[in-house]
């Protein structure tokens, strides 16, 4: 079956424009999560959608940060006054949520989005 | 908060030998993710295990929960193996949150 797709694959902005990036997770999947993956770091999270829940944003790194997931299904991070530190991978992943706050659920990545910011 | 730490964080060997990648953290957790990411990028999650050992293919984890330590193995390795291998645990209990280890890059030569 498909799995988890991300559109653009790579993006070049300049600085101070506003971008969106985003997630088809696997049908069914009702926890999305968006990571960053800055160049030579550690893959860091973002934000979780899970169900119908409030998401958890406390991983957005300033209020130029935003996503949301529409029917709970594709998923929108929109980038506002883009800047240079910005510049990295965003991943997106879904997972089919058994137990949800164990953390024991498969994570399926999709292929990022390379984001460039002039 | 718990942390992750990887070892060794780059890694090299010849085709065929025995690979161990370590993995330590600090908070009990109920379950820990052996990622592979490859050179293009993708991600694809190897193992989630919570206790004991797992096996698949040329691959093994193992878990010790008391000493907050796990270890990926590869055994007869490969040039395709070659990969940065990342571990994962819940970012505090109670959550699906994750935090990840930097990660460890395997070249395996011909």
């Known amino acids: 079956g498909a799995g988890v797709s991300q559109s653009p694959s790579n993006k070049v902005t300049e600085k101070g424009k506003d971008v969106e990036l985003r997630c088809d997770p696997i049908?069914?999947?009702?926890?999305l999560y968006w990571y960053r993956q800055s160049l030579g770091q550690g893959l860091e999270f973002l934000i979780y959608?899970?169900?119908?829940?409030?998401?958890?944003k406390s991983g957005l790194p300033s209020d130029r940060f935003s996503a949301e997931r529409t029917g709970g299904s594709v998923s929108t991070l929109t980038i506002q006054r883009t800047q240079q530190e910005d510049s990295a991978v965003y991943l997106c992943?879904?997972?089919?949520?058994?137990?949800?706050?164990?953390?024991?659920?498969?994570?399926?990545f999709g292929p990022g989005t390379r984001l460039t910011v002039l | 908060k718990n942390e992750v730490e990887q070892s060794p964080q780059n890694l090299t060997a010849q085709e065929g030998e025995f690979i161990t990648i370590n993995c330590s953290y600090s908070v009990g957790i109920s379950a820990l993710h052996w990622l592979q990411q490859h050179p293009g990028g993708g991600i694809v999650s190897l193992f989630m295990?919570?206790?004991g050992k797992k096996k698949h293919g040329r691959l093994i984890a193992t878990i010790n929960i008391q000493e907050k330590h796990s270890s990926l193995h590869i055994t007869a390795s490969h040039p395709r193996d070659s990969a940065v291998y990342i571990c994962?645990?819940?970012?505090?209990?109670?959550?699906?949150?994750?935090?990840f280890g930097t990660g460890t890059r395997l070249q395996v030569f011909p």
């Open positions: 295990l919570s206790s």
């Open positions: 959608f899970q169900g119908n829940s409030a998401p958890d």
């Open positions: 992943a879904s997972s089919l949520v058994f137990l949800a706050g164990r953390g024991t659920d498969t994570q399926y």
């Open positions: 994962a645990v819940p970012q505090i209990n109670n959550t699906d949150k994750l935090i």
């Open positions: 049908s069914g999947h009702t926890a």
